[in-house]
């Protein structure tokens, strides 16, 4: 009998999992890290300090990989100005629409051990596909690139994330979200931390299209922890988990997902929670790329660089400096953006190792989940009364961090209180095409408002106000919905 067969098989309600013997990767279990672990969680298993360390280093390369693409994304959203990105949020919807399905058919007939990697290695394929396109292509097509780009960053950014809670919902239940992953989405956030200083530091020294080689090394290095966390999971599963972590196929339709919302309240709750969020999250987005598209339109450079300037015309010079001016407000602006992540990250950290475990203990995951539409509410007002620089910048860094880390983590806790097939299939379209169908129908009535009815930035923030106070509300209808659906299920047991 081969060594991955012999389980351990705990009895009583005192079980304790082991961390496998020779596992693939040897993760790090020194007395300082459980130490820190024990005080900011309380005691664990070894099953699941084995999960939480495997799926921290998971998440950490996942934003990693992301927060270097991220600035990218922002900058093109910031130079093609709210007239391009109407139709680039609807292009990224529409390709949304497509994804799902196909996803949903991979969840239906293959194994986990098959299905991350097989993600995984599309989305490797891709970065690879854009980097030969920015490198080879004419300048002329350019533009195509980076508005496919802008797409494929959407749509990469949320599915990836939405998988890995999914896979990491598999192995953890309930009661050990509700502990486990704020600390396991810190880890995710220190990725992003990083990538934000990788991104502002290289690149203007190895330029845009180098910098997506990067991520396709974080990848293939988050295959190898997850195919470790694989198997410490196989090896020291518990028991207690039933249908949670067997991993199989879940069968069903490719279209479960999108039904599954409109048959339990629970789902469709959580899904028009994800469309209030893009509601605000995208007004917000809109003002974001007018305000900084203002500010750095007129950034000083050196016009002394430009290359043999007395041997040019008149004309050809003032292209010249017109090429130069470009270039230097589009690196600003991605630095601004790697900037502002780089804070988000920060922020985040704090709040997901210190307060949204301590949140949902105490106070529920209502209440916690309400701490996003609060922070909504009081950024956008500050928006209404003083549309600067300044201002966006710490609206945009309390918003994302109270999405970041404390809204997603207590919302990846709801969904350990459904079945597989609802974890796998109604997440994804709620987090994907809810999310991307939200930012579309947002971003056309914002540039409809803004170009044909003319509205002021202040007045558009004024409407969003009450959307956010009624997001409130749903918020806190969400966390009675979870109390019920978790003592329902306990009473069954």
Not at 139 to 159: K, N, P
Not at 375 to 387: D, E, K, Q, T, W
Request: hydrophobic share 50%.
């Amino acid at each position: 009998m081969s060594q991955f067969s012999r389980i351990r098989q705990p009895s009583g309600q005192d079980r304790q999992f082991r961390f496998p013997i020779r596992p693939a990767l040897t993760l790090p279990n020194s007395f300082m890290l459980q130490s820190i672990e024990q005080r900011l969680i309380g005691d664990m298993t070894d099953y699941e300090r084995s999960i939480l360390r495997h799926g921290a280093v998971w998440f950490f390369l996942i934003l990693f990989s992301y927060y270097i693409l991220r600035p990218i994304r922002e900058q093109i959203g910031s130079t093609y100005g709210i007239e391009n990105l109407s139709w680039l949020f609807w292009a990224t919807f529409v390709v949304m629409l497509i994804a799902i399905p196909l996803y949903s058919l991979l969840v239906g007939k293959f194994h986990r051990r098959i299905l991350v990697p097989s993600i995984y290695a599309i989305f490797i394929g891709c970065l690879i596909v854009f980097w030969l396109a920015m490198r080879s292509l004419p300048e002329s097509y350019q533009i195509w690139v980076a508005r496919a780009f802008f797409v494929w960053i959407s749509v990469y950014g949320l599915f990836i994330v939405s998988f890995f809670w999914s896979v990491a919902g598999d192995m953890l239940s309930t009661a050990q979200g509700r502990r486990i992953f704020g600390i396991m989405a810190g880890g995710g956030t220190i990725g992003g931390l990083v990538g934000s200083q990788v991104a502002a530091t290289l690149v203007g020294r190895i330029g845009v299209a180098n910098l997506l080689l990067i991520p396709v090394i974080l990848l293939v290095a988050a295959l190898f922890i997850y195919f470790s966390m694989e198997r410490s999971f196989k090896r020291a599963g518990d028991s207690k988990k039933k249908d949670l972590g067997s991993g199989n196929a879940t069968g069903g339709n490719p279209f479960a997902g999108f039904t599954a919302v409109f048959k339990s309240r629970y789902l469709f709750a959580i899904c028009m929670f994800g469309i209030f969020l893009a509601t605000c999250g995208t007004a917000v987005y809109f003002q974001q790329a007018e305000i900084v598209k203002a500010a750095f339109e007129d950034i000083e450079f050196d016009a002394s660089t430009i290359a043999n300037a007395d041997s040019l015309s008149a004309e050809s010079l003032e292209a010249e400096k017109s090429k130069l001016q470009q270039e230097v407000a589009k690196a600003a602006r991605t630095q601004y953006f790697a900037n502002v992540n780089f804070a988000v990250s920060i922020v985040t950290l704090i709040f997901q190792f210190f307060l949204v475990g301590w949140l949902m203990k105490k106070v529920g995951l209502g209440m916690t989940l309400s701490a996003l539409p609060l922070a909504y509410v009081v950024g956008i007002s500050a928006l209404a009364f003083s549309p600067t620089i300044g201002v966006l910048a710490v609206v945009s860094v309390i918003g994302r961090s109270a999405e970041y880390g404390i809204s997603n983590p207590a919302r990846e806790v709801l969904f350990t209180a459904v079945n597989r097939e609802d974890r796998y299939k109604a997440k994804s379209f709620i987090d994907t095409v809810v999310r991307r169908g939200g930012d579309s129908s947002v971003g056309g009535v914002y540039k409809y408002a803004r170009e044909s009815i003319g509205l002021a930035m202040t007045t558009l923030s004024l409407i969003m106000i009450p959307i956010g106070i009624a997001w409130i509300g749903l918020s806190l209808f969400i966390g009675f919905e979870n109390r019920r659906i978790v003592a329902s299920r306990s009473s069954d047991e």
